[in-house]
């Protein structure tokens, strides 16, 4: 990695953001330095199950030329983030880290899939996990088993570990977890990261394959806690879709 991209990854997400709306750095500066990352780092870290490289960079494309003639898509305009393999995206396999599910496409993508692009976001892919989050190592025996990657012999907990591992390495700028007891923040204090594992029924569980129907929940995993509050607000509030989510407006 050269100099240039060492140096876009090392961005917050917050940071990213305002420089892409600033003209700074484009989207698609954004989107090849986390790729050429991910292809750098990933054959060690086992972070990805999947990888959008061509829809990424067809994605950030299009929301360079909106931020060339001045459109602002949203606070996470052209900022590419990774979602654990739990969450649905349409016309893309969602495995939950099994081989059961290794050939399921989903046809509608999850709620917080639809709100990170509704916010400007490009997914750059989905991360790995232990098998159904039923675990906090991150062995996956289908998938790989995930590294810390401050310390490959190290583990970066679960069941986000591909999550944790994804944003400590400077792959991407965010990563959506989801946790049940502890799932987002164990991952997180172990690489390093911050962590918000939302209350029950802040952000809609549509779309999501979850450990406790009743308790999980999905939330930001990012490098600062100015990233953690801009992702959230992206994903939180509620959903005609998720009867159980809060009618409460998000504060900023």
């Known amino acids: 990695m050269g100099d240039t991209e060492r140096t876009i990854t090392s961005l917050s997400l917050a940071e990213a953001a305002r ?3 600033s003209g700074e750095v484009s989207p698609v500066e954004l989107v090849d330095a986390s790729l050429a990352r991910i292809d750098a780092v990933n054959p060690r870290l086992s972070a990805y199950i999947s990888v959008f490289a061509d829809e990424a960079r067809k994605v950030a494309q299009a929301a360079e030329i909106m931020a060339s003639a001045g459109h602002d898509l949203g606070p996470l305009h052209g900022v590419p983030i990774a979602l654990k393999d739990n969450v649905a995206v349409r ?3 969602t495995t939950a880290g099994s081989k059961v599910l290794a050939d399921w496409v989903p046809a509608r993508d999850a709620t917080v899939t639809a709100r990170l692009r509704q916010a400007g976001a490009i997914l750059v892919g989905k991360t790995n996990l232990h098998e159904f989050a039923w675990g906090g190592t991150s062995d996956n025996p289908h998938y790989g088993t995930v590294r810390n990657p401050w310390n490959v012999e190290r583990f970066p907990a679960g069941s ?4 944790g591992a994804a944003v400590a390495a400077r792959t991407c700028f965010g990563a959506i977890g989801t946790d049940t007891g502890g799932s987002i923040r164990l991952p997180s204090a172990i690489n390093g990261l911050a962590g918000i594992r939302p209350t029950y029924g802040r952000v809609s569980n549509h779309g999501i394959i979850p450990l406790a129907w009743s308790m999980d929940t999905a939330g ?3 490098r600062t806690v100015e990233d953690c509050a801009l992702m959230f607000g992206a ?3 509620h959903d005609p879709k998720d009867p159980t989510t809060a009618r409460h407006p998000v504060a900023d």
């Not at 986000?160 to 999550?163: D, K």
């Open 160 to 163: 986000s570990g591909g999550s």
């Open 91 to 93: 016309g893309t396999r």
């Open 220 to 222: 930001p995993m990012t």
């Open 235 to 237: 994903i939180a509030g």
């Open 19 to 21: 420089r892409v709306k």
